[in-house]
């Protein structure tokens, strides 16, 4: 009689947990929160309609110096994403970017988007996404003259030979990733995306002061991004 009741009481747990693991919650679904921050890198190429010698010689004989730069970054992305429902979600997504040039020239970024995402290939551990960031995005470009012009032959003083081009634009970015849960809360993500970046500075600053600019300075930054870290599910 014991050794039934033990039986019977083994199966309708196993039967119990059969059916708690088959209506387990998947990966991603609606009303679910999660926050993703990590690190990664950045490989690209740039290119710039002007530079500080550019604009000078812009005022005398009307040429344009056109540039292509490549680029390695290094990128710190966080998002934050509600669940609409059980394949589509919706969020903000921030990310500071710390750039190298081909030519030796620095840079700094932070972007400000929103996004939208559609899930699929869901289980209860692992799901895939593709996504899309639309944001506005602010540059610091930073190189190094003698000295600047602008085009109305405004001088621009300095005593280190540096200038900071302050920049302001807006940038696109498609993405594919995956996320990996280790517990029903956390977990990790990897992501690659292409971002598209362009933008046009109307001021320059120096150790002197800044200094706006008459004509402006374009500049358009293609970076391919591979990112990963951690992800937070409420």
Do not use: C
């Amino acid at each position: 009689m014991k050794k039934s009741l033990f039986a019977l009481a083994l199966l309708l747990w196993v039967f119990s947990n059969s059916i708690s693991f088959a209506q387990s919650e998947e990966a991603f679904e609606k009303n679910d929160f999660i926050i993703n921050g990590g690190f990664g890198v950045g490989f690209g190429y740039s290119y710039q309609n002007y530079t500080t010698h550019s604009l000078y010689n812009d005022y005398y004989d009307n040429t344009y110096d056109f540039q292509v730069h490549y680029s390695v970054a290094g990128i710190f992305p966080v998002t934050a994403e509600y669940a609409i429902s059980n394949k589509f979600g919706l969020g903000l997504a921030y990310q500071h970017g710390k750039y190298i040039n081909s030519d030796a020239h620095k840079s700094t970024n932070n972007n400000f988007g929103i996004f939208g995402a559609f899930h699929f290939a869901k289980r209860s551990k692992v799901e895939l996404y593709t996504r899309l960031i639309l944001g506005y995005s602010l540059m610091d470009y930073r190189e190094e003259a003698d000295d600047y012009y602008d085009i109305s032959e405004s001088y621009v003083p300095t005593t280190n030979n540096n200038f900071v081009f302050k920049m302001k634009g807006g940038y696109v970015k498609p993405s594919f990733g995956m996320r990996l849960y280790f517990t029903e809360h956390l977990g990790m993500f990897a992501d690659i995306g292409i971002g598209v970046y362009s933008y046009r500075a109307n001021q320059v600053e120096s150790d002197q002061g800044s200094y706006d600019l008459n004509k402006s300075f374009r500049y358009v930054l293609f970076n391919g991004e591979l990112t990963t870290g951690l992800a937070v599910k409420f």
